[in-house]
């Protein structure tokens, strides 16, 4: 439907670009009255109002190119979230399926272990208690790659049943190292300066300072200017077969704007220019608190992922290590 915007915009621009038709009047009258045989009217219109027009519609096509890339850029941030919604639960479905595979490994050493009374019960205990745990996480990473692959196929506007078989991206190897990620002032800087929506905003500002102008201009009146041939009566008298003499005739017609002074299309504009600029704040505001939760999110899974790195693993291979040893 947004493609669809930019023709309609275009038949604007021309429509922008046409100039008033001149008149052309012929009358015919009987010869015993004075009367006007050919008058060609021309409307000239002050104030650049053609010029306002055009301009006007440019800032519009340029308004409605970037609606049309805010919302392909919207289209590419939800496909891009929902695909790697469903890369991640993959990746974790199969990490908690080699978990599992590890607790049920652990938990027959156990009771290996027991039968040859090197284990107690407690040991073997603790080992299920381990896989109970694992199963219950295979079962919650199975919902979420079916919810996943749900909303996936909603955005791709298919059947949600459909499977869907996508390729893992690199970095959710877990031998890539995780991506440097600047400052948080660093980040609302260059979100300003590339999101579309602040474009977007900045192309609507445009229309409205032009419809101003527009505006202005509409105080100027429309000046008609007009000539022609008439026929001139020759005495004061009237009676049948009066002589009359053709001769040429002008004229000016120049409207009075004393009512009508465009105030209310240049309020509309003004009062529009001052709420895109309040919009313009509140999206600031907006993506602050989409890049705060962002930086946050990112900073604990960091945080996260070393601790696991450092103290979780090691431990754990050590004990598997330990365990298959015993």
Do not use: C
């Amino acid at each position: 439907a947004s493609m669809e915007l930019e023709p309609v915009t275009r038949a604007n621009l021309v429509l922008a670009k046409t100039r008033i038709n001149p008149k052309l009047n012929f009358q015919a009258a009987p010869a015993e009255s004075t009367y006007h045989p050919v008058d060609l009217t021309v409307t000239v219109q002050l104030g650049f109002k053609r010029q306002r027009r055009i301009e006007l519609a440019h800032r519009q096509l340029d308004s409605t190119n970037a609606l049309i890339r805010t919302m392909a850029w919207k289209i590419r941030q939800d496909t891009s979230l929902a695909f790697y919604e469903l890369a991640v639960a993959k990746k974790s479905l199969s990490v908690v399926e080699d978990y599992l595979a590890v607790t049920q490994r652990l938990f027959s050493i156990a009771q290996k272990r027991k039968d040859a009374r090197d284990a107690s019960g407690l040991d073997v205990l603790r080992a299920d208690a381990a896989v109970s745990d694992a199963k219950n996480q295979l079962v919650q990473a199975q919902i979420r790659v079916r919810q996943a692959t749900r909303q996936l196929n909603i955005l791709l506007n298919r059947s949600t049943e459909n499977s869907l078989n996508i390729l893992l991206p690199d970095l959710l190897k877990l031998e890539t190292a995780p991506p440097e990620v600047p400052s948080f002032p660093d980040l609302l800087t260059i979100a300003i300066q590339h999101r579309p929506e602040f474009k977007q905003i900045e192309a609507n500002r445009n229309v409205q300072l032009a419809s101003i102008k527009l505006a202005k201009s509409g105080r100027w009146p429309d000046v008609q200017i007009g000539g022609g041939i008439s026929s001139v009566s020759q005495t004061r008298q009237t009676f049948i077969g009066e002589n009359f003499t053709y001769g040429p005739f002008g004229y000016l017609s120049i409207p009075l704007p004393i009512n009508d002074h465009q105030q209310g299309p240049e309020a509309i504009a003004r009062a529009t220019y001052r709420q895109l600029e309040a919009q313009f704040e509140a999206t600031i505001t907006q993506v602050k608190q989409e890049l705060n939760l962002a930086y946050s999110n990112f900073d604990t899974a960091e945080e996260q992922l070393d601790i696991f790195l450092r103290e979780i693993l090691p431990k754990q291979l050590r004990i598997v290590s330990l365990s298959e040893r015993g």
